[in-house]
């Protein structure tokens, strides 16, 4: 499974590429605000840091525009993923980028019906949100398994991008049905690095060996 990051922020994507698991980017308009103006020139940089998929989301809300405002952003960089939310003129959008080659992440799920008709109009990923379901009581990993069955029972070759994951265990359950990609903020991946007995662990080994050094000094 491959594992994007949700961020904007050049300073956090900068600290987690060396790492080596970082597979792509995911941004959107709330993440580009929040790290000021010029939102074409990070998107640029992003793409230079991270050589995999980055979404850059259209804000243009009807066809034509998307459609525009989504050339644009795929001259930017080969690595751009043209992000338009779902919705009649999305899917309308989606289905002229996808003709003229350009891959495009269908945004803002949140139904199998939403995702089908994405995929059937051509879309490189779609981006269901299973943190804000979760967060109105409604499984969001339920619409996960369902859309994967969905995909596969048709070979869509559309991935399935987990979005709005908000802890380790959407990750999990993710890889455990089978979706293609997750996207993560940077405080969700730090999270999966971490368990109390590995920190414990290494205390312990570097606690013996210090010991063993004296008694040989
Ligand atoms: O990729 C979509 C994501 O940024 C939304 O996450 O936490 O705002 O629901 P959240």
Redesign the pocket.
């Known amino acids: 499974m491959k594992l994007f990051v949700?961020t904007a922020d050049l300073g956090e994507i900068e600290a987690l590429v060396p790492l080596g698991i970082i597979d792509g980017v995911?941004t959107?308009p709330?993440?580009l605000a929040k790290v000021g103006n010029d939102p074409r020139g990070v998107l640029k940089r992003i793409c230079e840091l991270v050589k995999g998929p980055v979404s850059a989301e259209v804000v243009e809300t009807d066809c034509d525009g998307m459609v525009r405002e989504g050339r644009e952003l795929a001259a930017i960089d080969s690595h751009i993923v043209v992000k338009v939310p779902f919705g009649k003129a999305g899917v309308q959008a989606c289905h002229v980028l996808a003709n003229e080659g350009v891959r495009v992440n269908v945004?803002l799920i949140f139904s199998a019906s939403q995702a089908l008709l994405a995929a059937k109009v051509g879309a490189a990923f779609v981006?269901p949100?299973v943190?804000?379901l979760d967060d109105i009581g409604t499984p969001g990993m339920d619409l996960i398994r369902t859309i994967v069955e969905i995909f596969e029972n048709f070979e869509f070759s559309t991935e399935v991008l987990v979005?709005?994951t908000?802890g380790p265990m959407h990750i999990i359950e993710s890889a455990r049905l089978g979706a293609d990609v997750c996207?993560c903020?940077p405080k969700v991946i730090d999270a999966l690095f971490n368990h109390p007995l590995t920190d414990i662990g290494l205390e312990r080994f570097l606690a013996d060996w210090a010991k063993a050094q004296q008694v040989v000094g």
């Open positions: 949700d995911t959107n709330s993440l945004t981006s949100f943190g804000r979005a709005s908000r996207t903020p």
